[in-house]
């Protein structure tokens, strides 16, 4: 889950609106206006011959008037290719000079680029994911590099041995450029509204670093309110309604004892755990007003992309149509809540009740609304945007877990084996989320599938100081990039099993540590250590490893805004699997080479599956 209630989310991505960037969908626009120089034309020709009376002057310009289109036709092209060469051999002399330099302390070198004014802004724009693909490829094993985009430079750090430092700037380059961005392209918020967090420069500690007033912390406000929601005693309430309601949709989907056959794995899932996820966290009135509201939140989904870029709604009209829509069903919702609700609606528990969901929620309002600039239609935006992050990267992974175990017999029936030793013939999700949590296999397909299917990228941003990490300044006012994927498939600190088990492809023991196996377990080892003889012990069950690993294991992102929905994520996911696992049989159709992520929201979370998911299913026969 991810942040804004988790939009895992972390970004390719986003920018603070202060900053002077919009994201280019899956990379950025320049949004600081750009001087460019305007070409010679026949109008100003002629103006100038028309005003000079030197001869010397008009003689020097016949050769450009005695140009034929033939000799155009080659000069131009020539010409342009000769600035594609010069900047390009300009820039790789400036970065292999950077990156040779031996000062104590220096800026990232930039990787090299063809087109002046534009730089890599292209092909970051076109595909992130090759993009930085490629800028690793030419950077080889160094840890720090910029990106020319338009008229800026954007940074990316990796390696192990710098994420520790980031730590230490715990309020200087924290930033809501996510939610920002996403709040103005993907959900509708007006400018106004969002140019608050722009102005709250206090901070996401209880502690403010300004004198932003109170009631306009509103960085700090939701951050502390998505805290309360997903931990503590109010984490467990959440699941706890969460698995009520799961489990009821789950009785009612129809699943019969004889085989069933449906065109994509996700189609079929997602409704069911969306409609549950939203109804524990917001309570059941959006179903109420609109029936379809799950299958419209759904059907949004692929048009992100579009409006990530800033398409108009002349080529998105469905998409804009669809985003009025969802936040009519918020807004009304939130005005139904408002008129309906009683304190003595609120459960025994202290936290739920039917109108607003949840105590989180019922306190969120009063924080929003009090907010300068913030209308009810800002509150619609910002709750949609809460949900969405909060639904749509945790039901992917989880679904990401079941393909994973069910197209591999073996993983398979070792799940079941280690679900029945530890007594769950029958899960009950409300009660067996513990022992769920302590098995070793079941924690070990989750955390292979983050490592493996997330990709995110968290930002960071000082506008005081220069940052410094290590050798690498990246000046203030700069962006600074942190991705998964380069940590995630670090072939110097993960365990490969000497390339037997290659980094781009799934692994359910990749996190297991068996005690008569010096090779098993996450991190790489020395090969003398691994190769060390060890004393035989009678019980080699594996255990699951995790700690020691924050420095190159990152799928809820890296530093202070760090997804605060992990724990409820990680509790979600693996009592969905449970219990798909346990109650059906499922047959996968699709071939090995099928199961590709789709990379068009990388940076932004769990990538789906690039194709569909075609699969077979049936009720499990269980022994009373």
Same mark, same amino acid.
């Given at each position: 889950? =991810?942040?804004?209630?988790?939009?895992?989310?972390?970004?390719? !991505?986003? %920018?603070?609106?202060?900053? $002077?960037? +919009?994201?280019? #969908?899956?990379?950025?626009?320049?949004?600081?206006?750009?001087?460019?120089?305007?070409?010679?034309?026949?109008?100003?020709?002629?103006?100038?011959?028309?005003?000079?009376?030197?001869?010397?002057?008009?003689?020097?310009?016949?050769?450009?008037?005695?140009?034929?289109?033939?000799?155009?036709?080659?000069?131009?092209?020539?010409?342009?290719?000769?600035?594609?060469?010069?900047?390009?051999?300009?820039?790789?002399?400036?970065?292999?000079?950077?990156?040779?330099?031996?000062?104590?302390?220096?800026?990232?070198?930039?990787?090299?680029?063809?087109?002046?004014?534009?730089?890599?802004?292209?092909?970051?724009?076109?595909?992130?994911?090759?993009?930085?693909?490629?800028?690793?490829?030419?950077?080889? =094993?160094?840890?720090?590099?910029?990106?020319?985009?338009?008229? !800026?430079? %954007?940074?990316?750090?990796? $390696?192990? +041995?710098?994420? #520790?430092?980031?730590?230490?700037?715990?309020?200087?380059?924290?930033?809501?450029?996510?939610?920002?961005?996403?709040?103005?392209?993907?959900?509708?918020?007006?400018?106004?509204?969002?140019?608050?967090?722009?102005?709250?420069?206090?901070?996401?500690?209880?502690?403010?670093?300004?004198?932003?007033?109170?009631?306009?912390?509103?960085?700090?406000?939701?951050?502390?309110?998505?805290?309360?929601?997903?931990?503590?005693?109010?984490?467990?309430?959440?699941?706890?309604?969460?698995?009520?309601?799961?489990?009821?949709?789950?009785?009612?989907?129809?699943?019969?004892?004889?085989?069933?056959?449906?065109?994509?794995?996700?189609?079929?899932?997602?409704?069911?755990?969306?409609?549950?996820?939203?109804?524990?966290?917001?309570?059941?009135?959006?179903?109420?007003?609109?029936?379809?509201?799950?299958?419209?939140?759904?059907?949004?989904?692929?048009?992100?992309?579009?409006?990530?870029?800033?398409?108009?709604?002349?080529?998105?009209?469905?998409?804009?149509?669809?985003?009025?829509?969802?936040?009519?069903?918020?807004?009304?919702?939130?005005?139904?809540?408002?008129?309906?609700?009683?304190?003595?609606?609120?459960?025994?528990?202290?936290?739920?009740?039917?109108?607003?969901?949840?105590?989180?929620?019922?306190?969120?309002?009063?924080?929003?609304?009090?907010?300068?600039?913030?209308?009810?239609?800002?509150?619609?935006?910002?709750?949609?945007?809460?949900?969405?992050?909060?639904?749509?990267?945790?039901?992917?992974?989880?679904?990401?877990?079941?393909?994973?175990?069910?197209?591999?017999?073996?993983?398979?029936?070792?799940?079941?084996?280690?679900?029945?030793?530890?007594?769950?013939?029958?899960?009950?999700?409300?009660?067996?989320?513990?022992?769920?949590?302590?098995?070793?296999?079941?924690?070990?397909?989750?955390?292979?599938?983050?490592?493996?299917?997330?990709?995110?990228?968290?930002?960071?941003?000082?506008?005081?100081?220069?940052?410094?990490?290590?050798?690498?300044?990246?000046?203030?006012?700069?962006?600074?990039?942190?991705?998964?994927?380069?940590?995630?498939?670090?072939?110097?600190?993960?365990?490969?099993?000497?390339?037997?088990?290659?980094?781009?492809?799934?692994?359910?023991?990749?996190?297991?540590?068996?005690?008569?196996?010096?090779?098993?377990?996450?991190?790489?080892?020395?090969?003398?250590?691994?190769?060390?003889?060890?004393?035989?012990?009678?019980?080699?069950?594996?255990?699951?490893?995790?700690?020691?690993?924050?420095?190159?294991?990152?799928?809820?992102?890296?530093?202070?805004?760090?997804?605060?929905?992990?724990?409820?994520?990680?509790?979600?996911?693996?009592?969905?699997?449970?219990?798909?696992?346990?109650?059906?049989?499922?047959?996968?159709?699709?071939?090995?080479?099928?199961?590709?992520?789709?990379?068009?929201?990388?940076?932004?979370?769990?990538?789906?599956?690039?194709?569909?998911?075609?699969?077979?299913?049936?009720?499990?026969?269980?022994?009373?």
């Amino acid at each position: 889950m =991810s942040s804004p209630g988790v939009l895992i989310m972390s970004s390719s !991505d986003v %920018l603070n609106a202060s900053t $002077g960037f +919009e994201l280019l #969908g899956a990379g950025f626009n320049n949004s600081v206006p750009i001087s460019y120089h305007q070409p010679l034309s026949l109008l100003s020709l002629s103006t100038a011959f028309a005003s000079s009376k030197s001869a010397s002057f008009h003689a020097s310009l016949q050769p450009l008037v005695n140009f034929q289109p033939a000799q155009i036709a080659v000069a131009l092209p020539v010409s342009i290719l000769l600035v594609i060469i010069s900047v390009y051999v300009s820039t790789w002399l400036s970065y292999l000079a950077r990156r040779s330099s031996k000062d104590a302390v220096k800026e990232p070198p930039v990787i090299p680029y063809m087109l002046p004014f534009v730089g890599s802004a292209l092909s970051f724009g076109l595909s992130p994911s090759k993009c930085v693909a490629a800028a690793m490829r030419t950077v080889g =094993s160094q840890r720090a590099y910029g990106m020319k985009v338009f008229n !800026d430079t %954007l940074y990316f750090i990796n $390696g192990p +041995e710098n994420m #520790g430092p980031i730590w230490k700037y715990k309020t200087s380059i924290t930033s809501p450029g996510i939610q920002t961005f996403c709040l103005i392209r993907v959900f509708g918020m007006c400018q106004k509204a969002v140019n608050m967090y722009s102005l709250d420069t206090s901070g996401i500690l209880p502690k403010p670093t300004s004198d932003v007033a109170e009631h306009n912390r509103i960085d700090y406000h939701t951050h502390a309110d998505f805290q309360k929601l997903l931990n503590g005693d109010r984490l467990a309430n959440l699941y706890r309604r969460w698995s009520t309601s799961f489990t009821n949709r789950l009785q009612s989907m129809g699943v019969e004892k004889d085989w069933a056959e449906f065109p994509d794995i996700v189609d079929f899932w997602m409704p069911s755990m969306t409609t549950s996820l939203n109804e524990a966290m917001a309570g059941p009135i959006l179903e109420c007003i609109n029936p379809n509201f799950t299958r419209d939140f759904l059907k949004f989904f692929p048009y992100v992309h579009g409006l990530m870029k800033g398409l108009p709604k002349m080529f998105l009209p469905e998409a804009f149509q669809l985003r009025d829509s969802l936040n009519r069903d918020v807004k009304q919702w939130h005005s139904l809540a408002r008129t309906l609700f009683k304190e003595s609606d609120i459960d025994a528990d202290g936290d739920a009740d039917p109108y607003w969901g949840s105590g989180s929620i019922r306190e969120r309002q009063k924080m929003l609304l009090s907010v300068d600039n913030w209308d009810h239609d800002a509150v619609a935006a910002s709750d949609f945007g809460l949900l969405w992050g909060a639904n749509i990267n945790v039901h992917t992974a989880a679904l990401w877990m079941i393909v994973e175990i069910f197209k591999d017999k073996d993983l398979l029936t070792r799940v079941r084996t280690e679900l029945k030793a530890a007594n769950l013939d029958r899960i009950t999700l409300g009660q067996d989320i513990d022992t769920l949590l302590s098995l070793p296999l079941l924690q070990a397909v989750h955390a292979e599938v983050l490592r493996l299917r997330v990709e995110v990228q968290s930002v960071f941003y000082s506008e005081r100081e220069d940052i410094r990490i290590n050798e690498w300044r990246f000046p203030k006012k700069s962006l600074v990039l942190v991705p998964t994927g380069p940590a995630h498939r670090d072939t110097n600190v993960w365990n490969t099993q000497d390339g037997a088990r290659p980094l781009d492809t799934f692994w359910a023991d990749r996190f297991l540590a068996y005690p008569n196996d010096p090779r098993s377990g996450p991190i790489r080892k020395p090969a003398a250590l691994a190769e060390k003889p060890i004393r035989q012990k009678s019980n080699n069950e594996p255990k699951f490893i995790s700690n020691g690993m924050a420095d190159f294991y990152m799928p809820y992102g890296v530093g202070e805004r760090t997804c605060p929905g992990r724990f409820f994520a990680r509790r979600e996911m693996v009592a969905f699997c449970a219990k798909i696992v346990n109650e059906f049989d499922v047959e996968i159709l699709s071939r090995e080479k099928d199961f590709k992520s789709n990379t068009i929201f990388y940076g932004l979370g769990t990538q789906r599956p690039l194709n569909r998911i075609p699969f077979k299913i049936r009720k499990r026969e269980l022994d009373c």
